[in-house]
């Protein structure tokens, strides 16, 4: 039975403490992914996914992972534009004196290397690629992803003696 948000059966979660381990492809396929799943979940999810697929010598498992992969990054898309819940504000949050460790944010917006990842996956779900292209797209999208992930995961709020702050300025109304 699907979810109603979701784009896929119902099976058990991948935590972030848990690690699927080598060639268990179909538990992986079958990791599920919805719209109220909270943003580091579905990073994490499709990381897995990018990481298998780099590794893959299987067409099938391969296709079926673009697939999986392109769909979750339609949740990721809609999963952007949903508020932040508070114990990823936590994780997002730096004291006022580390700014200085932080590095600098990407320019590009995260929609759109989210757009980048989308147009790279169906590309090679495609087929019209030669071998050596498509192990240079698919080694293109892990990096495009894994740049997209960190900059997601990047401290974007500060905690000051005023309360919290974005980072790049402007103290946020109604947060603690």
Known sequence: MAGADSNTFIHPEIKD????????????????????????????????????????????????LCGRLLAGFNVLRAVLDNPLPQYLIEQLTVEEGQLDKLRTPLETESETLCDYCSALTMVLLNQELSAEQQVQITDLLYEVFGMLEEDLKAPRFVRTKKGLAMIDGGVLPGLH
């Open 17 to 64: 403490d848990q690690k699927l381990m080598a060639g268990d492809i179909t538990a992986l396929l079958k990791t599920p992914l919805g719209a109220t799943d909270d943003l580091f979940h579905v990073l994490n999810v499709c990381r897995c996914w990018a990481g298998e697929l780099i590794e893959t010598d299987n067409h099938v498992e391969y296709i079926a």
